[in-house]
């Protein structure tokens, strides 16, 4: 099959577009497009891998679902395009950017800046039902993504893993603990931003690992 994806992807996933259940989705993906709202654009699913190559990925931060509500999604997680009011999750992020980096908040959600830095903001799932969070789970959308997950952890190394929730955390049992850094805590969610997002300190032990292995640091 032929997946219109950032060159560097569609090498390594390559085994993947040829597996039945990435038939399958493609399939349940099409008819949802035909037959309802969903988000994101159809010609956004991959944006995350396309504004960050294989090649420049230094830190991934993976999520669940994209964005249910109009204009919100445009297929990197937690980020919404200029001009779309932040949601609670992308608020807390910037707030502890704020405390953990002394920044000043940016005016926009829109995170592109970040995946061209080499932040690849992957979620789980790559497409959902207007107003139905998780309509699109169980498809097979978590057995590409996974893939993607191993193929970082197994071909790069010192690669920077943000793991908030216990989702995300989940998906950090396919990951190599000793060639890259996984740095967990609770979701920024506001049901758990205080049990432990707020101070996790995520962005500056971010970079420092960066530095500390010869790569450039990411402007947040």
Wanted: contains cysteine.
């Amino acid at each position: 099959m032929d997946v219109r994806i950032e060159e560097g992807w569609k090498q390594r996933l390559a085994p993947e577009f040829e597996k039945p259940y990435f038939s399958e989705l493609i399939t349940f993906v099409k008819s949802e497009y035909a037959t309802g709202k969903i988000y994101p654009p159809a010609k956004l699913i991959f944006n995350a891998f396309d504004l960050c190559p294989f090649d420049d990925v230094k830190v991934v931060i993976i999520g669940q679902d994209p964005y249910h509500g109009h204009g919100q999604a445009h297929g990197l997680c937690f980020s919404v395009p200029d001009g779309i009011d932040f949601p609670p999750s992308l608020l807390n992020i910037f707030k502890e950017i704020s405390e953990d980096l002394k920044l000043p908040s940016p005016a926009g959600g829109n995170l592109e800046r970040w995946a061209k830095q080499g932040v690849l903001l992957l979620n789980a799932t790559l497409t959902v039902r207007a107003h139905q969070a998780g309509s699109h789970q169980n498809k097979g959308w978590e057995q590409f993504t996974d893939a993607a997950i191993r193929v970082l952890s197994d071909e790069k190394e010192h690669l920077v893993f943000l793991l908030w929730g216990s989702y995300a955390q989940r998906k950090g049992e396919i990951i190599d603990g000793k060639r890259h850094l996984l740095l967990q805590s609770p979701h920024p969610s506001p049901l758990s931003a205080y049990r432990g997002f707020f101070g996790n300190g995520h962005f500056s032990k971010t970079n420092d690992y960066l530095a500390a292995n010869g790569k450039v640091a990411i402007d947040w």
